[in-house]
């Protein structure tokens, strides 16, 4: 969706907002184009900016949690998302970025988990939701408060997959969810996690995706 919730087109690797080239079959940005992403798809609710970035901002930070089912729907109702849910196998995952143990304690919840649950309940996707096989093993600081420059060292070699389980995700698909997408530093390092794992791919959904920059 545009700023007032129009909808816009994205890029279907990195959900930036974007325009189709005249011929394309697949609709990517231009760096995309140029480069490999760590996403084999990626999809955006909303456009990270006034007004929504206030309502996510209360929806993190204020236990909106009541929210869950208009956002997850919002999530759904994007182009493609409801289709790449129910092509998920029994044996595919769909995981919540995760919290450190420590912010999870501060906050009493994890909104990419909220929505995780409500994304599989409103879809009947068959995927397996876990909120416990992708771990952030170390606390960092909030991607938000890092310049641009500083957020890939900040989460590089924070995810892990719980050890115990770690082989489960090989030869399978993952579709990660979070709230808010901005550099994509994490989603990528989550991802490049799942992929030394040996998933086969790894796609994300987020409520809310910021602007190209
Ligand atoms: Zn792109």
New binding site residues.
Partial sequence: MSRFGQPCQR??????S?VAGPDQARL??S??RREP?GLDACFAALPYAFPWSGLVARYKFADQTGWTPFLAGLMLAQPGVRDALTELGPHDWLLPMPLSAERLGWRGYNQAWELTRSLQSQSSCPARADSALLLRTRHTRPQSELKRSERHDNVKGAFALEPLRATHVAGRRVMLVDDVMTSGASLLAAATALRLAGAAQVSAIVLARTAPT
């Fill in positions: 890029c279907q690797r990195c959900a930036l974007t990517l940005c760096r995309c992403f």
